[in-house]
C-alpha cells in the first residue's frame, strides 16, 4: 500500500478532461514537500511530466497541467489524445522518497 | 542528449548477488544526484536508493537497506547497485534517475528525476 493514494484507474473520451489525484498526509505533501508526476507509456521507461507542482519540463504541451492543496494533489489533462494513454504516477517526500501506486488512464 | 544505460540485470538464485551499472553520457554526471527506482512485473514505481552527486550522501529504502549498496564513479560516468542476499522480491526492473529540472536551477524538495534509463530486468528465482 502506497503512503501516496492514486485511483487505480480513469477513463475519458478523445477531446476530454481528465484529472488524477494524489492524496497524501501532513507527513508528506501537507508537510510541504512538493509533487512530480510521470508519465508511464506500455513499454517504456517513466518520463518526467510535471514538476515542483505545476511546472512542465520542456517538450510537454500545456495540455498537462498539475496543482497541489493542502494534503493532496492533482493532475489534470485537458484535450486527451490516444497517445496519452499509459501509467501516471505522483511522487513526493515523507521519510523517504514516495510514488503513487500509479493510475492507468484509459482513452475510449 | 542525456543518455542513462543500464547493464548487469539477468536472473540469480534466492541470496545471490548482481551488481548492476549505469553509464551516463551528455551531461557533467558529477554535477547530478542519481537514484535508483524499480519496478516489480505489473506493479508501481519504488524508490531504492539515492547518491548525492559527491557520494558524499547515500539514502536506502527500508526493503533494502543493509543488503545494497549504491555508489559511483565520476571519473567513468558511472553509477553502480550492488545487490546482496537477493530475495524474490527484488524482482524487477531497475531504472537509473537524473535528478534535475532539465538543465535549469532546481530547488525543490525533493527533486525531480529529469531523465530515466531504459531500465535492466532482475530475476530472483530458483
Known amino acids: 500500500q502506497s503512503v501516496l493514494t492514486q485511483p487505480p484507474s480513469v477513463s475519458g473520451a478523445p477531446g476530454q478532461r481528465v484529472t488524477i489525484s494524489c492524496t497524501g498526509s501532513s507527513s508528506n505533501i501537507g508537510a510541504g514537500y512538493d509533487v512530480h508526476w510521470y508519465q508511464q507509456l506500455p513499454g517504456t521507461a517513466p518520463k518526467l511530466l510535471i514538476y515542483g507542482n505545476n511546472n512542465r519540463p520542456s517538450g510537454i504541451p500545456d495540455r498537462f497541467s498539475g496543482s497541489k492543496s493542502g494534503t493532496s494533489a492533482s493532475l489534470a489533462i485537458t484535450g486527451l489524445q490516444a497517445e496519452d494513454e499509459g501509467d501516471y504516477y505522483c511522487?513526493?517526500?515523507?521519510?523517504?522518497?514516495?510514488f503513487g501506486g500509479g493510475t492507468k488512464l484509459t482513452v475510449l | 542528449e542525456v543518455q542513462l544505460v543500464e547493464s548487469g540485470g539477468g536472473l540469480v538464485k534466492p541470496g545471490g548477488s548482481l551488481r548492476l551499472s549505469c553509464e551516463a553520457s551528455?551531461?557533467?554526471?558529477?554535477?547530478?544526484?542519481m537514484n535508483w527506482v524499480r519496478q516489480a512485473p505489473g506493479k508501481g514505481l519504488e524508490w531504492v536508493s539515492y547518491i548525492r552527486s559527491s557520494s558524499s550522501y547515500r539514502y536506502y529504502a527500508d526493503s533494502v537497506k543493509g543488503r545494497f549498496t549504491i555508489s559511483r564513479d565520476n571519473a567513468r560516468n558511472s553509477l553502480y547497485l550492488q545487490m546482496n542476499s537477493l530475495r524474490a522480491e527484488d524482482t524487477a526492473v531497475y531504472f537509473c534517475?537524473?535528478?534535475?529540472?532539465?538543465?535549469?536551477?532546481?530547488?525543490?524538495?525533493?527533486?525531480?528525476?529529469?531523465?530515466w534509463g531504459q531500465g535492466t530486468l532482475v530475476t530472483v528465482s530458483s
Open positions: 511522487q513526493s517526500y515523507d521519510t523517504s522518497y514516495i
Open positions: 534517475t537524473r535528478e534535475g529540472c532539465g538543465g535549469g536551477d532546481c530547488y525543490f524538495n525533493p527533486d525531480p528525476s529529469d531523465s
Open positions: 551528455g551531461f557533467t554526471f558529477s554535477d547530478y544526484n
